[in-house]
C-alpha cells in the first residue's frame, strides 16, 4: 500500500514535461536572478513541473566557475581583532589554569572588604593570624609570612587542606562568602578606598596586558587584592568572571557579567566573552557595487531573496526594510526580508533613488537623481516631496 | 532603422533615446556597427520578449540588458572577424570548460564543445545562409551564463538517456538488484485517494514543488538548491519540511472531506511519505523521448 501511494505522488509530482520550454537566455537570466519578479514567478512554475528544465539550470549551475555569490570581505581591523582577541583569551585561560594547577586551588577573587570579613569570619578558629596580618599585607612578603603560619599556630590546618574544607562546604556555611551581583559592583566601588592594594604577591599574571596579582589568604583562597593600572570597572569584570566558590555564587556570576558595563568588556577576563562573539555587520543589509541587494543571516552574506534589481540603497528599522535604486526603484519589506511590496513615487516617472534613509518605522526620507526628495510618515504608505535647499 | 515594428511610437521612442545614450558604451562601433543598427538589435530583442510593455517595464528591461554582450553575438553573428575574435579570446575557455564540468568526460566535452561551437559559428547544413546560434542571445544575463545553459541544453539533449542508460547498467554490473515488482494483497485503492493527491499537488505553491521535485525527486543536494534561490541551506530544509508537512496536512484533509472517517485518513497519511520518493527509472525512462527537449520547440 504505501508503494501505492508513493507511486501516485510520483505520478503527480512527475507530470509530463511541458511542450514550450523557456529559451536559454530566460533559464539564464533566472540562474543570474535578473528577471522581472513577475517572469521569475512563470520560470519558477515551469521549473516546478518540468525535469528537464530543472536538470539544465542545475547543470549550468554547477558549471560557473565560481559561485555567484559574493564574499563579503570584513574590514582589516574587524579581522584581526577577530584572530587577536580569541588568541588573547585563551592564552589568558591558559596561562591562568597553569599558574593555579600545582596548588590545586580555586581561583577567588573578592573584592579587599569581603576579604577581611572572611578573615573576621575565621577570627576564633586562627586567632594567630590576627597580629601578623597588618603587617603581612603591606610589608611582609609572601614566603616568609606562609612560612611563618604554622609557627604561629600549630592547630591551624594548612592551607591545602583549609582550601579544600572551603571548597566543600555548602553556601551557607560560616565561612562562605556569599555575595551577590549588587553586592560585588558595590563593593568595587568601594574597594580602592577601603583598602590598599597588597603588594606581596605569590604569583601574578597578565590577561589583556592588566596584571592580576593573587595573594593565598589565610583561609588558604587566593584572592586578587590589587589589579594594577585596572579601574573600578575592571575590578567589577574580573570579579564577575572568577569568583568561583560554589554554584549559588556561579549565578550571581551570570548577574553580575549582565549588570558589568559594557565598556568595560575589553578588560579583564571577559575578553572570553568577547571571544564568543563574531564581528556582525553594523546593518544586516547592504547593497553591493553591481546592485545586489544582500542580508546577513547566520554569519554570511546572502543575496535577498524574493527580489532583484539594480539598487543603489538600503535602510533597515527593526523587521522592516527599505530598498531602493535604479528607474525609481523601492520596495519595503515588513518582515526583515521574507517578503517586499513594490512602492513608488508620486509624480515621477524616472530616475534613480540615491539615497534612503528611514529613522524610525514610519518616517524617511529619500532622495532622488533628479534632486527631488521626499519623506514619509507612515512607514513609506505615502511619500510626499519636500523642498530641497 | 529606428524603430521597433509592433511596439509602438512610444517603445520606440524610448529604444531610440535609450541606445543613443547607450551606444558609445556598448562599444559597437568596434565592429563596425551603427547607431541605428545598434537601436534595432536592442529594438529586436525588447519586440522579442514583450510586444506592448509598460514604461516602467521597458525602462527596467532594457535598462538590465547587457548591450556589449549583446552586440559582440550580433557581430560575430555577421561573420565580423574582430567581433570572433573577441569572442574567441573571451568565450571559447567558457565553453570548453563549461561542457567539461557538466560532461565529466573529456572526450564528451569536447565532442558537446565542438558540436556547439560549430552551432555557434553557424555553420549551414544545406549550403544556405549562415545562421548563428548566437543570434538567440538577447542579452539577458551574461553572454557567459548564456553558453554555460545552451551547453547544459545540450548535454541533456544527447546523453540525457545514454547516461541513465549506462548508469542502469553499471548498477546491474556492479551487483546491484533490484527488487521485483512488489504484489499487492491490500484491496484497491479508493479513488479518493488518487485524486486527493493529484488535486493536493496541483495545488502546491510553485515555489514548494520546486523545492520538493528537485529535493525529493532529482535527488539534488540542499546547497545546490539553495545556491539556485539564492538562500541559505537552513532556509530550504525549513522550506521543505514545512512543505512536506502541508502537503500531508492538506491530502488527510481533503480525504476526510471526501467523507472518509479521520481513522481511516491517519490510517492511510501514514503510509504516505513524500520523503521516501525516489527517482522512479521507469517512470523516468518512459518519459524519454526520441526528440530532443529544447531549441527546436523553444527558439523563436
Known amino acids: 500500500m504505501s508503494n501505492e501511494f508513493q507511486n501516485r505522488l510520483r505520478k503527480n509530482l512527475e507530470q509530463p514535461a511541458p511542450a514550450e520550454h523557456p529559451a536559454p537566455d530566460v533559464l539564464n537570466a533566472y540562474i543570474e536572478k535578473v528577471l522581472p519578479q513577475s517572469e521569475e514567478q512563470q520560470v519558477l512554475a515551469h521549473l516546478a513541473v518540468c525535469t528537464d528544465c530543472r536538470e539544465v539550470v542545475f547543470l549550468s549551475q554547477s558549471a560557473a566557475e565560481e559561485p555567484t555569490e559574493v564574499v563579503p570581505l570584513q574590514p582589516r581591523r574587524i579581522a584581526w581583532w577577530a584572530w587577536a582577541l580569541p588568541v588573547a583569551a585563551v592564552l589568558a585561560v591558559a596561562s591562568t589554569v597553569f599558574v593555579m594547577q600545582p596548588n590545586h586551588r580555586a581561583i577567588t577573587t573578592f573584592a579587599p572588604q569581603q576579604l577581611a570579613e572572611a578573615k573576621r569570619d575565621e577570627a576564633p578558629q586562627n586567632e594567630a593570624l590576627k597580629a601578623p596580618k597588618p603587617q603581612n599585607k603591606t610589608v611582609a612578603p609572601a614566603e616568609p609570612r606562609r612560612a611563618a603560619v604554622p609557627a604561629a599556630a600549630p592547630q591551624l590546618v594548612s592551607p591545602r587542606e583549609k582550601d579544600k574544607q572551603l571548597r566543600d562546604q555548602p553556601v551557607t556555611g560560616r565561612n562562605t562568602i556569599d555575595l551577590s551581583a549588587k553586592e560585588l559592583q558595590r563593593e568595587a566601588k568601594t574597594a580602592p578606598a577601603a583598602a590598599a592594594p597588597a603588594p606581596q604577591m605569590d604569583r601574578k599574571t597578565t590577561v589583556n596586558g592588566a596584571p592580576i596579582a593573587g595573594k593565598p589568604s589565610d583561609s588558604g583562597a587566593i584572592s586578587a587584592d590589587a589589579i594594577s593600572g585596572a579601574s573600578v570597572s575592571q575590578q567589577v569584570t574580573v570579579q564577575a568572571e572568577t569568583v568561583q566558590v560554589t554554584p549559588a555564587t556561579n549565578e550571581r556570576q551570570q548577574a553580575a557579567r549582565t549588570n558589568a558595563p559594557a565598556s568595560s568588556a575589553p578588560y579583564g577576563y571577559s575578553a572570553g566573552a568577547m571571544m564568543a562573539k563574531k564581528a556582525a555587520p553594523l546593518t544586516p543589509w547592504r547593497v553591493l557595487s553591481d546592485g545586489t541587494l544582500q542580508h546577513y543571516l547566520l554569519g554570511r552574506w546572502e543575496n535577498a531573496a524574493g527580489i532583484s534589481g539594480a539598487f543603489l540603497t538600503v535602510s533597515a528599522v527593526g523587521d522592516d526594510v527599505w530598498v531602493a535604486g535604479k528607474n525609481l526603484a523601492l520596495y519595503h519589506s515588513r518582515d526583515n526580508g521574507a517578503s517586499w511590496e513594490r512602492e513608488t513615487l508620486p509624480g515621477l516617472n524616472s530616475g534613480d533613488i540615491l539615497h534612503i534613509e528611514f529613522t524610525s518605522a514610519l518616517n524617511g526620507v529619500l532622495k532622488t537623481s533628479s534632486g527631488a526628495a521626499f519623506s514619509t510618515h507612515d512607514g513609506g504608505k505615502s511619500w510626499v516631496a519636500v523642498q530641497t535647499p | ?300
Open chain 2, 1 to 300: 532603422m529606428s524603430s521597433a515594428p509592433g511596439t509602438g511610437s512610444e517603445t520606440s521612442r524610448l529604444v531610440a533615446e535609450f541606445c543613443a545614450e547607450r551606444f558609445s558604451a556598448s562599444r559597437a562601433a568596434d565592429f563596425a556597427v551603427n547607431c541605428d543598427a545598434f537601436t534595432a538589435m536592442v529594438a529586436a530583442v525588447v519586440n522579442r520578449w514583450n510586444s506592448a510593455p509598460t514604461v516602467p517595464e521597458l525602462t527596467q528591461f532594457i535598462g538590465s540588458l547587457r548591450l556589449e554582450e549583446l552586440v559582440l553575438t550580433r557581430a560575430c553573428a555577421a561573420g565580423n572577424n574582430t567581433a570572433w575574435d573577441r569572442f574567441l579570446t573571451g568565450y571559447r575557455t567558457v565553453l570548453f570548460t563549461a561542457a567539461y564540468k557538466i560532461a565529466h568526460d573529456e572526450s564528451t566535452a569536447r565532442e558537446l564543445a565542438d558540436s556547439l561551437y560549430a552551432e555557434l559559428y553557424g555553420v549551414s547544413e544545406s549550403g544556405q545562409q549562415r545562421a548563428s546560434k548566437l543570434l538567440y542571445y538577447s542579452g539577458r544575463g551574461s553572454l557567459e551564463g548564456w553558453l554555460r545553459t545552451v551547453v547544459a541544453q545540450e548535454y541533456v539533449n544527447r546523453y540525457r538517456k545514454t547516461r541513465r542508460e549506462t548508469s542502469l547498467d553499471e548498477a546491474v554490473e556492479q551487483g546491484q538488484q533490484f527488487p521485483s515488482k512488489p504484489v499487492s494483497t491490500d484491496p484497491p485503492a479508493d479513488r479518493r485517494i488518487d485524486e486527493a493527491i493529484a488535486a493536493e499537488i496541483k495545488a502546491l505553491d510553485p515555489e514548494d514543488r520546486f523545492l520538493l521535485a528537485s529535493y525529493y525527486l532529482d535527488g539534488r543536494k540542499l546547497a545546490e538548491i539553495a545556491r539556485l534561490l539564492r538562500v541559505h541551506e537552513s532556509t530550504i530544509s525549513r522550506k521543505l519540511e514545512r512543505a512536506t508537512a502541508s502537503l500531508r496536512k492538506r491530502i488527510r484533509k481533503r480525504l476526510i472531506d471526501s467523507g472518509m472517517s479521520s481513522r481511516q485518513a491517519d490510517e492511510l497519511m501514514q503510509e504516505i511519505d513524500v520523503r521516501d520518493v525516489q527517482l522512479p527509472i521507469e517512470k523516468t525512462m518512459r518519459q524519454e523521448s526520441e526528440d530532443p527537449t529544447f531549441y527546436k520547440r523553444s527558439e523563436p
